[in-house]
């Protein structure tokens, strides 16, 4: 229904003037929903740590769980582009495991590329990734995995100096040759002038409506996820809600003896049943 997705068809996106879309998935029912509604770009996301395993950070999620998930969330997708998110510990703890493990993301789980965090060895370690031949997408303003070094999970670029090193940020990561860049929690006037500067898309989330495309955690838009909720986050429905009510539902229906009724039941020949109990 929808044309496969390419990095190619996002950078014409860009210059058609198309808004671009992105939302995260961790599982296989949420790949295929995001894939049969046209979306552009599937994350498998290291929120995974926060909206599904219930963890406290982002950080504490590795290697082999985002491996698992993503391979779920492929079997999901066949036409949007399919991209993981390093997690901290495989590129951020040793700048030399980044290669390794980004082809896992390729190889095991059928990733066309992978997304990494600004840090210190950021170029570095998209270089290295990029010469391995694998597609990378930047990801600059807050960026959760050193967000502590940040002040905490606040508002980006505020002032001139640090929109400054954000805007060299994207730059240097354009220059390195990634094929997109996320800008997060950044003031729109600055994600606008990012998003003019580069001739790459950028996807922003908390980044106004100026950047080339958005991108939300999915299961905030969809109220799967109470534990707290971002300013940025637009709730486009409530799963949970819908959720607890289809459960009550049955918890109510079992214990009145009213499921399974005979739709939901199986029958049996009667002279069989008898035959049973002769035997008996
Ligand atoms: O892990 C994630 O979900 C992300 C998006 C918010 C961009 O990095």
Redesign the pocket.
Known sequence: MFQHKTIQSLQSKKKRGDKIT?L?AYDYPTGKILDQTGIDIV?V????ANVVLGLAS?REVGMDEMIHHAKAVRRGVEQALLVG?MPFTGYQLRPEDAVVNAKRFIKEAGCHGV?V?WFEHCLEVTENILAAGIPVMG?VGLT?QTAEQLGGFKVQGKDADTARQILEHAIALEKKGCFSI?L?CIPAKLAQLITKKLSIPT?G?GAGVHCDGQ???TNDLLGLFDRYKPKFVKQYANLMTLAKEGVTQFKEEVEKGRFPDADHSFSMNPQEFERLKVKR
């Open positions: 992105m995260t994350l996301g290291d929120s995974l982002t998110d997304k965090e990801h959760p996320v997060e996807i989330i991108v939300l955690v």
